[in-house]
């Protein structure tokens, strides 16, 4: 029986036999109990082990998503000279379809305040220029030709600072981090809006397939 336990232990592909030798061969009575504490030890150091793993992956994730977002935010006050999300909001009116206050305060998690500030800068700058909206009502936001171009030039930035990242990797690598990437944003549950969001520093002209999916609270888990 120990041989049995230490075979079990080591190797998880096992632990369903392991169960059904336990049944046939294990009596129920109160001596032989320790056998059934063991499988319960076993469970729960598997599960301590799966939760170290995860915490393990979740903090050097947390780690490299603050080396892109250092690297990002550099390249962006280079090339626009400001921080925060003076760039990102560039990006986002960039999209087209004269993005409203309303819906640019929504994206970057602004306050109203915060948002025409955030527009009287770039109006000020000349990258932006207010337009009607379609109802008349609203106000719609354009780039200017320098702000179009700035665009450009930060979208440059912002792909070239994460792509030095991935240089160490091999092409196969690369294509492996590629798919598990793409596999992880598209089980996401999120909305049109979270996809905005998520997306306001996105390059569109490379994303053509954005693998988010739009349907919150629909999608199966």
């Not at 171009?149 to 196969?172: E, H, W």
């Amino acid at each position: 029986m120990p041989l049995v336990f230490a075979w079990a232990f080591a190797s998880r592909a096992a632990l369903p036999v392991f169960i059904v030798i336990l049944h046939v061969i294990v009596p129920r009575d109160r001596n032989m109990c320790g056998a059934h504490i063991f499988v319960k030890l076993f469970f729960v150091r598997s599960a301590h082990i799966v939760r170290l793993m995860e915490n393990g992956i979740a903090n050097l994730l947390g780690a490299l998503s603050l080396a892109v977002m250092d690297r990002i935010e550099q390249g962006a006050r280079e090339v626009i000279g400001r921080g925060g999300e003076t760039p990102a909001a560039l990006v986002v009116i960039g999209y087209g379809q004269g993005m409203t206050n309303d819906k640019l305060r929504r994206i970057l998690g602004l306050s109203h305040s915060g948002t025409v500030r955030l527009v009287d800068r770039l109006v000020s700058d000349r990258l932006v220029e207010r337009r009607p909206g379609q109802d008349g009502r609203e106000v719609a936001l354009h780039l200017t030709a320098k702000g179009a171009a700035t665009r450009n030039d930060l979208m440059t930035s912002r792909i070239s600072a994460v792509a030095s990242l991935l240089d160490v990797l091999s092409p196969a690598e690369t294509k492996r981090l590629e798919t598990l990437l793409h596999e992880l944003l598209s089980r996401q549950d999120t909305s049109e809006m979270d996809r905005f969001t998520i997306c306001r520093m996105c390059d569109d002209s490379v994303c053509t397939n954005c693998p988010l999916p739009t349907d919150k609270g629909k999608r199966a888990r």
